[in-house]
């Protein structure tokens, strides 16, 4: 485990603040961070594609000027049918991913284990390319070379540019397919309400619209966990990139609509 806090470390570097990254390097950190944080980005990119898909598909259907039933059954498809997708495809590619650096892992160890002294040679000459001397990198590397399995995760990294992951295949996807669910009915809850409460009916595209934009800018302004970059300009591209595809979807529905009655 780090022996620092690495959230409190970003956020002083963020804030400029040297103080605070003395601290963050002196105070252990929460065990339950690196826990919680290991499925953010599942979870932020899961929402954002479950919100933004859905409420594309109720802006192309309110362009088109369909009935809230229409709404409400490709609304739900979508959610069920591209969250499966999503999900499938996260634990695909994390299995994946994982497998292949497992693979060249044991690969490594077999080198080190069958010609240390070409494995030895290739670090050292890796160092010299960041700018060590010859003997300082053979220093380092001598002195790695006394841990077989420090070694290969060195190796893993400074040679492959891979980075083990302690990420489960099966938990990227279920927590993809459940953020995609839950933020991807926010477009759907006004049209939902509407069939209990007809009078809202005229306004439920105008109330998706509202929740949909909050939650956007709240999800771009959390997705700054990950980018590292400024909540508000964050949130504020993410309602601009959505609002622009959502713009397009009803454009075609409205295109589509006239074409449908020969206008």
């Known amino acids: 485990m780090l022996t620092r806090d690495l959230q409190a470390a970003k956020q002083a570097y963020a804030a400029g603040d040297p103080v605070g990254s003395r601290q963050a390097h002196e105070d252990p950190p929460e065990e339950h961070q690196t826990g ?10 899961g929402g954002l594609d479950g919100i933004i898909t859905t409420f594309a598909v109720v802006a192309g259907v309110a362009g088109a000027s369909l009935s809230a039933g229409v709404v409400l059954i490709l609304g739900f498809a979508n959610l069920i049918a591209d969250g499966l997708s999503m999900a499938i495809g996260d634990y695909l590619s994390t299995k994946a991913e994982n497998e292949y650096a497992a693979a060249e892992r044991e690969r490594e160890l077999w080198e080190i284990d069958h010609y240390p002294e070409g494995e030895k040679r290739e670090l050292v000459e890796l160092y010299v390319a960041k700018g060590m001397t ?20 060195i190796m893993m990294v400074e040679e492959l540019g891979i ?5 489960s295949p099966l938990a990227n996807a279920a ?40 939650t956007l800018f709240a999800l771009g302004a959390i997705k700054v966990r990950i980018t590292g970059r400024p909540w508000l300009r964050s949130g504020l591209e993410m309602l601009l990139v959505s609002g622009l595809a959502a713009a397009a979807a009803y454009g075609v529905g409205f295109v589509l609509a006239g074409l449908g009655t020969g206008g």
């Open 163 to 167: 980075l083990q992951s302690a990420e």
């Open 134 to 153: 010859e003997a300082d990198a053979q220093v380092v590397v001598d002195g790695i070379a006394r841990h077989r399995r420090a070694w290969a995760d």
């Open 175 to 214: 927590v993809t397919f459940a953020s995609f669910c839950v933020f991807g009915f926010v477009p759907l809850v006004a049209h939902v309400a509407s069939f209990a409460l007809p009078a809202l009916r005229p306004y439920a595209f105008a109330a998706s619209c509202g929740m949909t934009a909050t």
């Open 36 to 45: 919680q944080g290991r499925y953010i980005k599942s979870s932020v990119y």
